[in-house]
């Protein structure tokens, strides 16, 4: 099986094309794309026919067969589209995606895709029975740098000069929501703008379309970036993330660090028993500079305080109380304050 990323894909597309397609992920706009790049390369070389399945809870999988083997002498090249709507295949839909290997033919392309993670659907047993016949594109959320990179790229494309700074401001406002990204640099196209785009004249056309994750906001603390974790703290409450969520994930990485300060072995061997990616290990080694160990317990029992507190409902105000414990992530301060002390109102 050939395994590409999302910025590969056009440059395959200009080969002839695969008997079948695998294009997984969790980012929308970038699957989005990755799917009508695919759909313009096949009516370009000739498959002039499309047909587009559903596969949901009502779904007759016995028409996906039906479609792979109507052949005949004048019948039109064609590609056939399958989206896998729900998370969770029942045996016998698994049973007929495992006939798939069989059914394919030179004058058919099929192309299946859903929204579970690559690293999830690659592991079932149909996925691998199609390894010899497939294309897999895995489409990821980008890290900040990618963001950046791609930002630059869509507007060069749109031919839209951005200063470093707009771009920084974009990446803030859209962060992990290319499609709003993509929208506002379309905007920012269709007002005319000649002149070089700067922050200030960028501001004008913004609407917060930022969208993050609880990792996301790890990142950010591990890092030191007050006012980024802030932010995207914000962002999480309004995304109605539970509070014990991201308490529980604050409480981990504390424990992480904690095993990181301890460990008798080489860095390196600790985080690989943690399993902590190399590209998120200088982001603990800085919280490792600027956290000593006294701080790390009185942080975990801050959020232990912050978990009574919450959950006898004796916390009048979550949002202040969280942003309190992401504080203290970013540097060690004077405890004027500790939840431990009384209640957070």
């Not at 559903?54 to 039109?76: I, N, R, T």
């Not at 099929?110 to 016949?133: A, C, M, P, Y």
């Not at 791609?150 to 749109?158: D, M, P, S, V, Y």
């Not at 978990?307 to 309190?324: M, V």
Request: hydrophobic residues 45%; aromatic residues 8%; proline residues 3%.
């Amino acid at each position: 099986m050939q395994k590409l990323y999302a910025n590969q894909l056009a440059t395959h597309l200009q080969q002839p094309l695969a008997g079948c397609y695998l294009i997984f992920g969790e980012e929308p706009l970038q699957k989005l794309e990755a799917i009508d790049a695919l759909r313009l390369a096949a009516k370009a070389q000739g498959f002039s026919e499309r047909i587009s399945l559903v596969a949901d809870a009502q779904f007759d999988w016995q028409q996906l067969e039906a479609e792979l083997q109507a052949m005949s002498l004048f019948s039109e090249r064609r590609l056939i589209e399958l989206e896998l709507a729900q998370q969770k295949l029942s045996p016998a839909a698994n049973d007929s995606l495992k006939r798939l290997p069989d059914l394919l033919n030179p004058d058919i392309v099929l192309l299946i895709h859903g929204e579970r993670g690559l690293n999830d659907v690659s592991k079932l047993v149909w996925f691998k029975q199609l390894q010899t016949h497939a294309v897999q594109v895995g489409i990821y959320q980008l890290d900040d740098k990618q963001s950046q990179q791609w930002l630059n790229q869509r507007a060069r494309q749109l031919q839209l000069q951005l200063t470093p700074d707009a771009i920084a401001l974009l990446q803030h406002h859209c962060a992990s929501n290319l499609l709003a990204a993509r929208q506002e640099l379309e905007k920012l196209a269709l007002s005319g703008i000649k002149q070089t785009i700067d922050a200030a004249v960028l501001e004008q056309f913004l609407a917060d379309h930022s969208h993050f994750t609880v990792f996301q906001l790890v990142d950010a603390m591990l890092a030191g970036q007050a006012d980024e974790a802030l932010h995207r703290l914000q962002r999480l409450h309004q995304q109605d993330i539970e509070p014990v969520i991201i308490a529980w994930q604050l409480q981990k990485e504390v424990l992480q660090l904690q095993q990181l300060q301890q460990s008798q072995q080489p860095l390196a061997q600790t985080f690989k028993q943690l399993a902590i990616w190399p590209k998120r290990q200088p982001q603990y080694q800085q919280a490792l500079a600027r956290l000593p160990a006294k701080w790390l317990d009185f942080l975990l029992l801050e959020l232990a305080a912050f978990d009574r507190l919450y959950k006898s409902g004796q916390l009048n105000n979550t949002e202040i109380a969280l942003s309190h414990l992401v504080l203290l992530f970013i540097t060690p301060v004077a405890k004027n304050f500790s939840l431990q002390q009384a209640q957070y109102d």
